[in-house]
């Protein structure tokens, strides 16, 4: 089992641009995929995006697509979500989220997951 911390939310006005971090515990890292998930007040936890464990396979989803950016440093285990024109639509708690599947295709396919992270945009 791994443990999974979020950093880097906050308030940020419409147009701007966060950087979240996820730390992973243990040293089986690398061989992780790694996913970015977010659920907003009253509404269902929901796909971000997800990057394999060499990082050489991203996918997000079509509402966040052009916008931000995950990317893993497997020396430092930590992968990050860079999220640039932010809109209000995308304020959330962002959770971090671990599986040890190859091709993880969605939430139940993350076994560990972080305690989230508040990002609110201000329009």
């Known amino acids: 089992q791994v443990q999974l911390v979020e950093s880097g939310g906050g308030l940020v006005q419409a147009g701007g641009s966060l950087r979240l971090s996820c730390v992973v515990s243990?040293?089986?890292?690398?061989?992780?995929?790694m996913g970015w998930f977010r659920q907003a007040v009253g509404k269902e936890r929901e796909f971000v995006t997800t990057?394999?464990?060499?990082?050489?396979?991203?996918y997000y989803a079509d509402s966040v697509k052009g916008r931000f950016t995950i990317s893993r440093d497997n020396a430092k285990n930590t992968v990050y979500l860079q999220m640039n024109s932010l809109k209000p639509e995308d304020t959330a708690v962002y959770y971090c989220?671990?599986?040890?599947?190859?091709?993880?295709?969605?939430?139940?396919?993350?076994?560990?997951w972080g305690q989230g992270t508040q990002v609110t945009v201000s329009s």
């Open positions: 989220a671990a599986s040890n599947l190859l091709r993880p295709r969605g939430e139940a396919d993350f076994g560990s």
């Open positions: 243990g040293r089986t890292f690398s061989t992780y995929a």
């Open positions: 990057i394999s464990w060499g990082g050489g396979s991203t």
